[in-house]
T-cell receptor, first 116, second 116 residues
C-alpha cells in the first residue's frame, strides 16, 4: 500500500492566488481528515469526511477555505484567495470509521504552503 | 470539554538514557483511546503507540511504553535507551468518538532533543 499521498509537497504562491491541495486516501479507508499545522496553533482539525460526506467543517477558518471529496479515494482542499496567514503545513489523514490501535489514523507527508 | 495537554515544550535527554514525555487528558467518555505520534524534522507524522481506556496493561512497542494512569488521566510516553534518531516532536492525541466517524485531537507537542 502506498499510504496517504499528498500533493504538492511544497507550494509557494502570492497573496490572492488560488491554492489547491490534493490527497489520495489509503485504499479501503472511508474517513478523511484535513489538519493544519502551525507553530502558533499546533495541529488543528479543519474538516473531516466519512464515506465522502463532510461530517464537521467547524474547524475551517473562513469561507476562503473549501474541501471536497468527489470520490471515495480522493479529496481536495482549496484556498481562494490565499493570504500570508494561511502559510502552514497541511496534512491529510485517513482511517477506517472507527479509530483504534488496530485502525490508526495514517497521515500523508504534508503539503507545506507559503503565501507571500 | 475534551482536551489533551502537553506541558513540556521541550525536553533534553542523553543518549541511552530513558525519558518521559507527559500527557494529560480530559474527557467524560468511559471508552476512549490515546495515541502518541512522532514528527521528525522531515515533517511526517509517525504512529508510535496506542492505549485503550479499557486496556488493563500499559501498552508497549519496542523501546516505547505508555504509562497509563487512568485515575490521574495521564498517558505519559516513556522512551527507554534513547537514540539520536529519537530527536523529534512528539504529539499525544485522543480519540473523540462520533456518530459518523471518530476523530483525533492533538496536544501541542513536546520537542525532544537527544544529545550524545
Amino acid at each position: 500500500d502506498a499510504g496517504v499521498i499528498q500533493s504538492p509537497r511544497h507550494e509557494v504562491t502570492e497573496m490572492g492566488q488560488e491554492v489547491t491541495l490534493r490527497c489520495k486516501l489509503i485504499s479501503g479507508h472511508n474517513s478523511l481528515f484535513w489538519y493544519r499545522q502551525t507553530m502558533m496553533r499546533g495541529l488543528e482539525l479543519l474538516i473531516y469526511f466519512n464515506n465522502n460526506v463532510p461530517i464537521d467543517d467547524s474547524g475551517m477558518p473562513e469561507d476562503r477555505f473549501s474541501a471536497k471529496m468527489p470520490n471515495a479515494s480522493f479529496s481536495t482542499l482549496k484556498i481562494q484567495p490565499s493570504e500570508p496567514r494561511d502559510s502552514a503545513v497541511y496534512f491529510c489523514a485517513s482511517s477506517f470509521r472507527g479509530i483504534s490501535g488496530a485502525n490508526v489514523l495514517t497521515f500523508g507527508a504534508g503539503s507545506r504552503l507559503t503565501v507571500l | 470539554a475534551q482536551k489533551i495537554t502537553q506541558t513540556q515544550p521541550g525536553m533534553f535527554v542523553q543518549e541511552k538514557e530513558a525519558v518521559t514525555l507527559d500527557c494529560t487528558y480530559d474527557t467524560s467518555d468511559q471508552s476512549y483511546g490515546l495515541f502518541w505520534y512522532k514528527q521528525p524534522s522531515s515533517g511526517e507524522m509517525i504512529f508510535l503507540i496506542y492505549q485503550g481506556s479499557y486496556d488493563e496493561q500499559n501498552a508497549t512497542e519496542g523501546r516505547y511504553s505508555l504509562n497509563f494512569q487512568k485515575a490521574r488521566k495521564s498517558a505519559n510516553l516513556v522512551i527507554s535507551a534513547s537514540q539520536l534518531g529519537d530527536s523529534a516532536m512528539y504529539f499525544c492525541a485522543m480519540i473523540l468518538r462520533g456518530e459518523n466517524t471518530d476523530k483525533l485531537i492533538f496536544g501541542t507537542g513536546t520537542r525532544l532533543q537527544v544529545f550524545p
